[in-house]
């Protein structure tokens, strides 16, 4: 009951859209990477793997933190429809400007090493999913805490992008189509916000001053470290391992982690009302309420997981190969600290004020994690078990990092 009364109507409806809106980009890949896996083979299962890795890079960039800083700015301003305008329009050319240094970078690559040179049409495909998450701000409708008017298209432009893969890809050489159709539908759900904004949310487009373009940018720095030190634990583990390991270990790894990531691909509709929600009220009894009915349902559902986990791998994948089974096994260990320490951070510590230590326990953790990795490989140990070994070493001293900061800043003992 508790629960039921802080969610009023506007909390409701946003967490119906953004589960809709999570649900679309949680089911069509959780289905046609199976099919893929199967269908390409694991050496080019691993080179579509690590050319999304490499992608997710330029993304994190041009993103630059706005999801989290451009949330907390309109959620706090959003009576003020001329702020609002004004810091759209220079998000957007900040991110814009970072879209171009991004594909300048590509080129760079493209140009310089072999191991890009060789598929430079496959990576310059994926690009387009970048040029398209450049269009599609989805902080702007998280402050304004209205998903439902893009719910419906995105879904639309998903279907688009992830139909074609079981029309189009029959064969391993086909796998040059993966990116193109990626691309294609991030561009249409790019295109589609931007015509709803401008056309349905009365927002106008206008080129502001540069110095609104330069403190958008500045103010989103702090939380795109942050991002920036979280994708060198998620991102960068499946980057290393093409680079050092090859497609064929790059599958095998990738096809757990898949599954790891889908699975804490869940907690986002969460996060992302109770950011905004909190941001604005600092309610710590009900974000406790939500933090252990939460926390609970995490144990009971990876204890089932991890039981039936040879089960679940068979059933997405078909054959798969033993050293697949023991990443996700382990993968699904670290899922016991990353599900609550997800909660802790963004939606809780920094929404209570506190971007700052939020960031740091990310960037030290990040540190850790990287030297962990550099002594695996100076040491000859590199290998897809002992990098998924690391994950669960890394979420848990990010908790550890996380909880001691609650307590020292005795946020729990804040009520409303």
Known sequence: MFIKKKLNNLMVSNFISLVLLQGINYL??????????????????????????????????????????????????????????????????????LCGISFLILCFLIVTFDKFRIESSFYLLYFGMVLGNVMFPMWFFQGMENMKY???????????????????????????????FYSIGYLIAGFISLYIIYSTLGMKWFVPNFKNIK?????????FLSRLSTSLFTTSNSF?????????????????????????????????VLFPHIAKTHDTLFFKKVFSRV??????????????????????????????????QTLLLACFFTIPSMLIGYPFLAAMGHPLFTN????????????????????????IYHVAILIVFTEVTLISFRIFGIYKLKLLKRKR
């Not at 403190?215 to 939380?223: E, G, I, N, R």
Request: glycine share 6%; net charge neutral; charged share 10%.
């Open 28 to 97: 069509l890949p959780l289905l046609s990477f199976p099919y893929l896996y199967r269908v390409l083979g694991v050496e080019r299962w691993g080179l579509v793997s690590f050319g999304y890795a490499l992608t997710q890079y330029f993304i994190l960039f041009t993103d630059f933190g706005f999801n989290l800083s451009g949330t907390k700015y309109i959620s706090e301003n959003r009576n003020n429809i001329v702020s609002i305008n004004s810091y759209l329009n220079s998000a957007c050319i900040g991110r814009a400007i």
């Open 150 to 180: 893009i719910t419906v298209f995105n879904l639309v432009a998903k279907i688009i992008s992830f139909t074609p893969f079981f029309i189009f890809i029959k064969k391993p050489e086909h796998y040059i189509y993966v990116p193109l």
């Open 215 to 223: 403190t958008s940018l500045k103010d989103s720095s702090t939380y």
């Open 240 to 272: 290393l391992i093409g680079l050092i390991c090859g497609n064929i270990a790059v599958g095998y790894y990738s096809a757990a982690e898949k599954l790891y990531q889908a699975y804490n691909q869940m907690l986002t509709p969460f996060t992302g």
């Open 295 to 328: 926390f609970i349902g995490n144990i009971i559902l990876l204890c089932i997981a991890i039981y039936y986990s040879d089960l679940i791998l068979e059933l997405v994948y078909g054959n798969y190969d033993i050293s697949t089974l023991q990443v996700f």
């Open 360 to 383: 740091l326990t990310i960037i030290l953790t990040s540190a850790i994690h990287i030297t962990g990795l550099s002594l695996l490989i100076l040491l000859n140990l590199f290998s």
